[in-house]
């Protein structure tokens, strides 16, 4: 066994064990001798996984006396339910209150705890200026002639090479490229599904999404979904002869923020095709982990070209920019076939800038300050929820990501809340918008993708208060 894998076995156990409950708040941890006995491992590894839990905040040291888990807020906030979606489709889509929320978010004097993508103070834009002058110099035409349909090769050559990090051991010919995450996402569906047919879905799920499966005239079936490990799979069994395809955010999803353990994504990969139900499976959030490995995909689990992998920058780098793109497994040629009515060619400009960006290095280095900063945000968001919110608030508890789900007992209803903060100049996403069914009104998502700052602390703690008035 490598010692970096033994590194990442030992620290995600240890994290695993406090996150669950078995190691409790103030319990000493082994020393880093014992630890170094117990695994056989050198006194730098033992050292190294400490600081790492210390990195996630789970854990501090006390000198002279040892390594102890930490008080952590969140653990005194109950994580939510599982989620009881109705099995019965009744795809209710609230589209005045959806036209409500995203109507406000151009706003620049709101706090924009509705937006799921990371503040552009959080972004490399001066280095991201650089890569699109060079690549207007050096395309050709400077950036106004068509790609090849595919996509851009050396895009593509990129995420090949990035999809190591993942299981995932793609060649560039297996990609095609997309105008941004949801175009990826409507190629799959169109590609895969006519009018009339279901798709199964998690619950809550991302409100794009639902509305793109509606307008193209499909059935949701929402599915029960853990807030920590995804989808319950025994649910998924008992309507597999129900549905036609299934798309799934197994990493970091948003609203909740939940990770299929490898195991799961493993047996749902395998049920799907054993009934040739193919797997759309959007990874938009998988780069944004906050432990010390990326998780693998569906993708990595994939033997049969069943499942449709799609993904994109618009949540770690660039979200104007819309560089998305799907490795589709044997639907290759259907989703070529749909990108040349729809679209014939990617922007140049942007695609090419993005491939040049990553091949520069300069992508790992930023993911890796923009994930200490998002999981730094989350440790301050639970500290002030903690304080401020209503009691009995609960919230998820996100390994990675960009959002974190609030849930509030019954008596308030956060469409009615949305109305008081956005007299307050705050913005959230009520939390009936992830959703087709008569559920999550008493439940918000907020975005953790802000600078921290004390006007976020101050703004937060509003909230608070105005959930505390509602109720």
């Not at 009339?196 to 509305?211: F, H, K, N, R, V």
């Amino acid at each position: 066994m490598s010692k970096e894998f033994l590194y990442t076995e030992i620290t995600n156990g240890i994290a695993g064990q406090i996150r669950s409950g078995v190691l409790r708040a103030g319990d000493r941890l082994p020393s880093v001798r014992i630890l170094c006995r117990q695994h056989g491992i050198s006194m730098n590894t033992a050292k190294r996984v400490f600081l790492e839990l210390e990195a996630q905040s789970l854990i501090e040291s006390k000198p002279q006396s040892g390594y102890f888990v930490s008080r952590l807020p969140y653990l005194k906030l109950p994580l939510p339910e599982v989620s009881k979606p109705s099995p019965t489709r009744n795809n209710k889509e609230p589209e005045e209150l959806i036209r409500k929320v995203y109507e406000n978010m151009g706003r620049d004097d709101l706090m924009p705890f509705s937006i799921g993508v990371p503040s552009g103070s959080l972004l490399p834009l001066a280095k991201l200026n650089k890569e699109i002058v060079k690549a207007t110099r050096e395309l050709e035409g400077c950036g106004t002639a068509y790609e090849p349909l595919q996509g851009n090769a050396a895009l593509r050559r990129m995420i090949a090479i990035r999809s190591l990090a993942w299981g995932g051991n793609l060649h560039e010919n297996d990609l095609v490229t997309a105008s941004g995450g949801m175009n990826a996402l409507s190629f799959c569906m169109m590609a895969l599904a006519k009018p009339g047919d279901t798709i199964a879905m998690e619950s809550p799920c991302y409100s794009g999404i639902l509305q793109l499966a509606r307008s193209i005239g499909l059935k949701v079936l929402e599915l029960p979904t853990h807030p920590t490990t995804g989808i319950e799979i025994a649910a998924l069994k008992k309507v597999i002869s129900k549905i036609n395809l299934c798309l799934l955010v197994p990493n970091f999803n948003t609203p909740l923020g939940s990770c299929m353990p490898d195991e799961h994504k493993k047996e749902v990969v395998s049920l799907l095709a054993r009934h040739r139900i193919p797997l759309i499976e959007d990874d938009i959030y998988g780069d944004l982990y906050f432990g010390s490995q990326r998780p693998k995909c569906c993708k990595s689990f994939d033997e049969e070209g069943m499942v449709l992998y799609c993904s994109a920058v618009s949540k770690t780098l660039a979200p104007g920019y819309r560089v998305g793109w799907i490795a589709p497994g044997r639907y290759k040629e259907q989703i070529l076939k749909l990108k040349l009515v729809h679209a014939i060619s990617s922007a140049a400009v942007t695609h090419e800038a993005v491939a040049g960006f990553l091949k520069s290095g300069r992508y790992e280095n930023h993911l890796r300050r923009l994930r200490q900063t998002l999981q730094g945000n989350y440790q301050h968001y639970v500290n002030t929820i903690a304080e401020y919110f209503p009691e009995g608030t609960k919230t998820s508890r996100p390994q990675g990501g960009l959002t974190l789900w609030v849930e509030f007992n019954k008596k308030i209803n956060t469409a009615e809340l949305y109305d008081s903060t956005i007299k307050r100049k705050i913005s959230i996403a009520p939390g009936r918008i992830f959703t087709l069914q008569d559920q999550f009104e008493n439940c918000m998502r907020l975005s953790i993708g802000l600078p921290w700052s004390e006007e976020v602390r101050n703004k937060l703690k509003l909230l608070g208060k105005l959930a505390v008035h509602s109720m």
